[in-house]
């Protein structure tokens, strides 16, 4: 089992930006890959971006693409998500999860790969 916290999030103007950090504990030598996902209000949770914890491939939703910005320093056990250009339709509950299960990089989208998940963080982006 794996244990992630969230931290980082926060309320910024349209255009700023914000870093999420995602911590984690327990069994984390056995990740494979970390994910970032979103819900918003009245809206269904969708995948932002993820990345091997090994290899450092990465991939990420169109809606985010040239924005976002995930890394992982695997030392400090930790997975960030760089956020610049911030947007109103990226005000959501961001939350982070980890697989231990292998698989390609186009798999990571789905949420049912990930077995565990952090307790998320808000990101609130006023017009």
């Known amino acids: 089992q794996v244990q992630l916290v969230e931290s980082g999030g926060g309320v910024v103007q349209a255009g700023g930006s914000l870093r999420l950090s995602c911590a984690a504990s327990g069994r984390t030598f056995s990740i494979y890959a970390m994910g970032w996902f979103r819900q918003g209000p009245g809206k269904e949770r969708e995948f932002v971006a993820a990345i091997t914890w090994s290899g450092g491939i990465a991939n990420y939703a169109d809606s985010v693409k040239g924005r976002f910005t995930i890394s992982r320093d695997n030392a400090k056990n930790t997975v960030y998500l760089q956020m610049n250009s911030l947007k109103p339709e990226d005000t959501a509950v961001y939350y982070c999860?980890?697989?231990?299960?292998?698989?390609?990089?186009?798999?990571?989208?789905?949420?049912?790969?990930?077995?565990?998940w952090g307790q998320g963080t808000q990101v609130t982006v006023s017009s």
């Open positions: 999860a980890a697989t231990q299960m292998w698989g390609t990089i186009g798999s990571l989208y789905r949420d049912s790969q990930y077995a565990d």
